[in-house]
């Protein structure tokens, strides 16, 4: 007869390491990962509710230069608070004594001067975030991602411009290649073209358009190839308050106003932290794209070299979800238009030079690996030129990327084309 196994109840005792990230960390996390956009929003309301947070104001002929009477050891950098020493001890005195319910009645606010001041940095602020993007600059981001002739990118620029808010464009394809003087081929492309486009891109909760501000620029570097800076005013700077600073420290504070001031200050010590990060490590993720990626900006799509989260990493000594997390929702303005970093990132394929090139005959940029993004805009554009009436089959289309150097499976292009939404060859008759 068979005996049943025994069941036993054992303790034991393990020691292991585990990271635990704690609410600050990971609200850093969601700050680098955020919208540009959603994060100015989450800014304009840390703003509104911590009193010590002000904006710094941005550089311009209105602002007034520091008063020569200024003390010698007063910042030089702060120049949003530009009043005398004596005017901050006297709000300083005038908080204190409210705080200390000596003053018979409620706090009493600042000067009218710097009340009028902090109103005008959050009207500044309000008045930078940008409208909702139309359709037709959804369209013409979408256009700036294409690898197309110069003729068919003027007509699709007329055809999208000529669009109603719907998108639609009583226009004919004669009467776009007239109107935009190219060939009537290059018109029909730029239909098919255009045609193709998403429409109905994401919109946010309140109905409107989501969209990607640009967060640093792409140019050309003084010294030859490309460098990325950050565009102005896409992030507002931040700084603690002198005056709220100066109370916190001041010994006659009572204890609960220090205890208030203090867990506001460390409150926007963190969002300073923070943003200060977000802005290195877009700046020097865009900066290596910039150096890595300078084929792209001259020539396109075609040129565009795989890169992958993980090497970006090795690269600037960063864990790839780092390097993740810094390129979610962001984008550049480029000399190809403005481009998700999302973009620079793909795998690559092996690219040869065409077989008909005799030696020597071949351009440099011919051989070597070249992005999926490339292969596939080459398939895109080898469907549009193919016969409405013989369409090509799978394999057709592997063998033409196969002339043109791209070695690629005819399970490859199956894939690229269901990705693409290319119907297969009998329904694209």
């Known amino acids: 007869m068979a005996t049943m196994p025994r069941l036993e109840l054992s303790q034991g005792q393990e020691q292991r390491q585990l990271q635990v990230l704690d609410a600050r960390q990971l609200q850093s996390l969601r700050i680098m990962q955020k919208p540009l956009q ?10 509104e509710t911590n009193p010590v947070l002000e904006e710094i104001p941005a550089p311009g002929p209105e602002l007034a230069a520091p008063s ?30 409210a705080l200390s319910g000596e003053g018979g009645g409620d706090a009493p606010t600042p000067s009218s001067a710097a009340a009028e001041e902090a109103s005008d940095r959050h009207a500044r602020f309000v008045e930078s975030l940008p409208d909702r993007v139309s359709l037709q600059s959804r369209l013409l981001a979408q256009l700036a991602e294409e690898d197309l002739p110069d003729p068919v990118r003027r ?9 109603d808010p719907e998108g639609r464009a009583d226009l004919s394809a004669e009467e776009l ?8 081929e290059a018109a029909e492309e730029a239909v098919r073209t255009v045609g193709e486009f998403d429409f109905a891109p994401a919109r946010g909760d309140d109905g409107g358009i989501a969209f990607l501000v640009p967060e640093v620029a792409i140019v050309r570097a003084p010294g030859g190839g490309y460098t990325a800076e950050p565009l102005p005013g896409s992030l507002p700077g931040l700084r603690i308050a002198k005056m709220y600073r100066a109370l916190a420290d001041r010994p006659g504070t009572p204890a609960d106003a220090k205890k208030y001031l203090a867990e506001k200050i460390r409150s926007g010590e963190f969002w300073i932290g923070a943003l200060d990060r977000r802005r290195e490590t877009v700046l020097k993720i865009a900066r290596e794209i910039a150096r890595l990626q ?84 080459a398939l895109r554009q080898l469907v549009r030129g193919e016969s409405p009436r013989h369409p090509l ?37």
């Open 155 to 163: 007509a699709a620029e007329y055809l999208v411009g000529s669009m």
């Open 38 to 47: 959603e994060l100015r929003e989450e800014i304009r309301a840390e703003l």
């Open 294 to 377: 300078a084929p792209f900006f001259d020539h396109g799509l075609a040129r565009l070299k795989p890169m992958t989260l993980a090497e970006m990493g090795a690269i600037l000594g960063l864990h790839e979800t780092t390097v993740g997390r810094a390129i979610d929702n962001k984008s550049a303005l480029t000399p190809q238009g403005t481009c998700p970093l999302r973009l620079f990132f793909t795998h690559g394929v092996k690219k040869a030079p065409p077989p008909h090139a005799g030696e020597g005959e071949a351009d440099a940029g011919d051989a070597g690996d070249v992005s999926s993004l490339a292969v596939k805009a």
């Open 177 to 184: 290649a007239r109107a935009a003087g190219v060939p009537p």
């Open 68 to 97: 020569a009477a200024a003390g010698p050891d007063e910042d030089a950098g702060d120049t949003g608070n530009d009043r005398a020493g004596d005017d901050y001890s006297a709000d300083i005195d005038r908080y204190e004594d």
């Open 393 to 429: 089959s799978d394999q057709a289309l592997a063998d033409a990327l196969r002339g043109q150097g791209y070695p690629v499976a005819r399970r490859t292009i199956a894939k690229y084309r269901e990705q693409l939404g290319i119907p297969p060859s009998h329904l694209r008759k």
